[in-house]
C-alpha cells in the first residue's frame, strides 16, 4: 500500500468525462458525495462528503496502474482499457454497465473494407487499443501494420497514416462528421469496479459495503 493511503482512508480512481458523471449516481447508492466537480476544479484529488473517502482524477488509462500499485484503493474502469491493460493485480468484481459504447473498425468512405479484407490485403490500422485489435485481426486471419496513437484517430485514414482505424464508438457523430464509417464491431464495452487485491484484505469492512451498493445500484 502507499504511503498516500496506507491508512483507513480509500481513494478511487476516476478519469473525467462520462466516467465521472456515470459514477456518481453509484457512489450516492452508497451514501458518498463528491463534493467539487472536475471539469471546474484544478483539484486532482477531490474530498467527498465523507472524510475518509478521497477521490483522485487520472488519466483513464491509467486508472488501473493507480489500483494495480496501490496509489488507489479501487476504481472504474472501461473494459477496453482493462484488456489493454492486461488486468494483473486486479480484482474486477463487477461489470457496473455504465458508459456503454462499443470497439469498431472504421474507414474512410468510399475505402473498400470487405474486398480488401477478402483479397488479403496486408492493411494499415492506427490505434491506441493495439492489443485488441491485433488479437481482432488474428482471429480473423487478416494481415496489419499496426500503428499506435493516443488521440485524432479519426484523422489517420483522412490523411492516408492508415486504411483503418480501431476505436471506441459511441454515437458515431465523429465518425460520421470525419467523413468515416463503422464497418465492423469488435465488441460492446462498458465500465467495470476495479479493486486493489491487497486494499480488499486490508480495508474490507470499508470495502465491502461500497461494493455491495454499486452492485445493486448497476442492477436498477
Do not use: W
Not at 459514477?23 to 467527498?48: D, F, M, Q, Y
Not at 458508459?99 to 472504421?106: E, G, H, I, L, N
Not at 485524432?152 to 492508415?162: D, I, R
Request: glycine residues 6%; neutral net charge.
Amino acid at each position: 500500500m502507499s504511503a498516500f493511503q496506507a491508512n483507513s482512508q480509500l481513494i478511487l480512481a476516476l478519469s473525467k468525462g462520462r466516467i465521472f458523471e456515470d459514477t456518481l449516481p453509484l457512489l450516492e447508492a452508497a451514501g458518498i458525495t463528491v463534493t467539487e466537480n472536475p471539469e471546474t476544479s484544478r483539484k486532482l484529488i477531490l474530498s467527498t462528503n465523507d472524510p475518509d473517502v478521497r477521490v483522485i482524477i487520472v488519466r483513464a488509462t491509467d486508472v488501473p496502474t493507480y489500483v494495480q500499485h496501490g496509489a488507489a484503493d479501487f476504481g472504474v474502469a472501461g473494459k477496453d482499457v482493462l484488456l489493454e491493460h492486461g488486468g494483473e493485480g486486479l480484482y474486477q468484481p463487477i461489470d457496473l454497465n455504465i458508459a456503454a459504447c462499443r470497439m469498431s473498425v472504421a474507414v474512410r468512405n468510399g475505402f473498400d473494407y470487405e474486398t480488401a479484407v477478402r483479397q488479403g490485403a496486408r492493411l494499415r490500422v492506427a490505434t491506441k487499443f493495439v492489443e485488441t485489435a491485433r488479437e481482432h485481426f488474428a482471429k480473423k486471419g487478416v494481415h496489419v501494420d499496426l500503428i499506435k496513437l493516443y488521440g485524432s484517430m479519426e484523422l489517420a485514414p483522412l490523411v492516408g497514416l492508415s486504411d483503418a482505424i480501431v476505436d471506441v464508438v459511441s454515437t458515431g457523430n465523429t465518425l460520421r462528421a470525419n467523413d468515416l464509417k463503422e464497418v465492423e464491431a469488435i465488441m460492446d464495452i462498458s465500465s467495470r469496479l476495479i479493486v486493489n487485491q491487497a486494499a480488499l484484505k486490508i480495508k474490507r469492512a470499508r470495502l465491502q459495503p461500497i461494493i455491495e451498493a454499486f452492485e445493486r445500484a448497476s442492477k436498477k
